[in-house]
């Protein structure tokens, strides 16, 4: 057990439709970010928030956004959803520390799109 | 993207063997970290070397990185059933918080 919990576990959606996932961390920690998993592969690197301001973003487009809240647990919102979204979300929190940055995942929420 | 290859895509042995995998990547780095994921579950960390380390061992772990070759190996020495799952390397650049992780390797540990 990492401490980082996540909800929902899993989930049903229809293309087009919004969803928000939740996310928190463990205690201590002030980073979190987020990936989207896909079947069969990595997780890849959506975005990152310290201490409530988005710290990095990777390839994905303005319909996914986040947000990290004063105690450090964190939102992500996809729009206007897709088949492709369908995925694992995956969220990792951990302490800012140039040089080590191990990050501890929850146990994600899988995301289906119909 | 992916930041690079991982080798085997999938590996069968017996319990009490070795298995060994190994990550490929693409830029400079400031550690890599191996993590293993049970069943499309969460991922659970396992270790972190540095880009001015050469090896490290966690009980029956033991990591390699080559940063002139781009690579890294994870070894698990006495394989249990208990070890069966995916494991993914993921990389670090200096002054970045992301990870970037492989394609995974998927390992099965039969009794």
């Known amino acids: 057990e990492t401490g980082v919990t996540q909800s929902p576990t899993h989930l049903i959606k229809t293309r087009g439709q919004q969803v928000t996932l939740r996310c928190s961390s463990q205690?201590?920690?002030?980073?979190v970010s987020w990936y989207q998993q896909a079947l069969g592969q990595g997780p890849q690197f959506i975005f990152q928030?310290?201490?409530?301001?988005?710290?990095g973003r990777g390839n994905f487009p303005p319909r996914f956004s986040g947000l990290q809240f004063p105690n450090y647990s964190s939102e992500l919102n996809v729009n206007a959803l897709e088949l492709d979204d369908s995925a694992l979300y995956l969220c990792?929190?951990?302490?800012?520390?140039?040089?080590?940055?191990?990050?501890?995942f929850g146990p994600g929420t899988r995301l289906t799109v119909l | 993207s992916q930041q690079g290859e991982e080798d085997p895509q999938a590996l069968s042995i017996q319990e009490g063997e070795n298995a060994t995998m190994n990550c490929s990547y693409k830029?400079?780095?400031?550690?890599l970290q191996w993590y293993r994921q049970n069943s499309g579950r969460g991922l659970v960390h396992l270790i972190l070397?540095?880009?001015?380390?050469r090896e490290k061992h966690s009980g029956r772990l033991r990591v390699t990185l080559d940063t002139s070759k781009k690579s890294s190996s994870l070894l698990i020495t006495a394989s249990r059933a208990a070890d069966t799952a995916s494991y993914f390397c993921?990389?670090?650049?200096?002054?970045?918080?992301?990870?970037?992780f492989g394609t995974g390797t998927r390992l099965l540990v039969s009794p």
């Open positions: 990792a929190s951990s302490l800012a520390d140039r040089g080590r940055n191990e990050q501890f």
């Open positions: 205690s201590g920690h002030n980073t």
């Open positions: 928030y310290y201490r409530e301001e988005e710290n």
């Open positions: 830029t400079s780095i400031n550690n």
């Open positions: 070397i540095r880009s001015n380390e």
């Open positions: 993921a990389t670090a650049e200096t002054g970045f918080q992301k990870l970037v």
